[in-house]
């Protein structure tokens, strides 16, 4: 099972996408080591290890999974702790101060069993992060618009549709990499911030609704959440 990203896609998207928020990066260890010292960081849908590699070269250290064995492999090339995981089941490692969930990675619906993947988590987190422990995620807000997309790099080209419907927005994508052809199709949730903010509290969490990480604006239509445990 490739997960949600092929190796052809996991590439694409290594090259072209992970570095949104590199500019948030060192916003992001100051919010995480603002918790319990020392900070150790779960990176969840870590990708090609990107945040996770720069987290630790800014002196943390932490693991990751990821549900795309394609991505799993490019992180651990870079030497990562990366194994492949389920968000919506992963056991949390020992130890975890902060998780981070980067990339709309929460607002998956979880391809193996069809659920969401946001409130699992969040309360397998609550349950294992001690006192002061953090939880940041981005999400696809109920404002995100249908749209087409289309990039290419020197050997591939990726075309996008997003289509929503009520709270489901599903995104078709298709890829061309030298003769190889392939689609795949997402679908994700969205979510209205104060409903999200609600269904958050009520598991025990502080939870602060951001439009951006730190200096870094959230795409179009996205919203984060940081979430503290009292």
């Given amino acids: 099972m490739s997960g949600l990203y092929s190796p052809d896609l996991a590439r694409i998207h290594a090259e072209g996408h992970t570095a949104t928020f590199a500019e948030a990066f060192d916003w992001l260890v100051a919010e995480i080591s603002g918790g319990p010292a020392p900070a150790q960081l779960f990176d969840v849908g870590c990708g090609d290890g990107t945040w996770l590699a720069a987290a630790q070269a800014r002196g943390l250290t932490g693991a990751g999974i990821d549900l795309s064995p394609a991505f799993v492999d490019l992180a651990r ?22 998780i981070t969930c980067l990339g709309e990675v929460l607002s998956y619906i979880d391809p193996e069993t069809g659920h969401d993947t946001l409130l699992p988590l969040a309360q397998s ?10 939880l940041i995620a981005d999400l696809i807000g109920h404002r995100c618009l249908p749209q087409a997309t289309r990039q290419s790099g020197e050997d591939w080209a990726v075309r996008v549709e997003v289509t929503v419907g009520g709270a489901r927005l599903t995104r078709r994508i298709e890829t061309q990499v030298a003769d190889r052809i392939d689609w795949v199709t997402h679908h994700q949730t969205r979510r209205a911030p104060q409903a999200t903010k609600s269904a958050l509290e009520n598991i025990g969490w502080r939870c602060d609704i951001l439009t951006t990480y730190g200096p870094s604006p959230l795409l179009p239509g996205r919203f984060a959440v940081k979430l503290t445990k009292p």
């Fill in 77 to 98: 090339s870079r030497g990562l702790d990366v194994t492949k995981g389920n968000a919506a089941s992963v056991e949390i490692p020992a130890g975890t101060t902060a």
């Fill in 125 to 134: 987190a609550f349950e294992a992060l001690p006192s002061g422990g953090r």
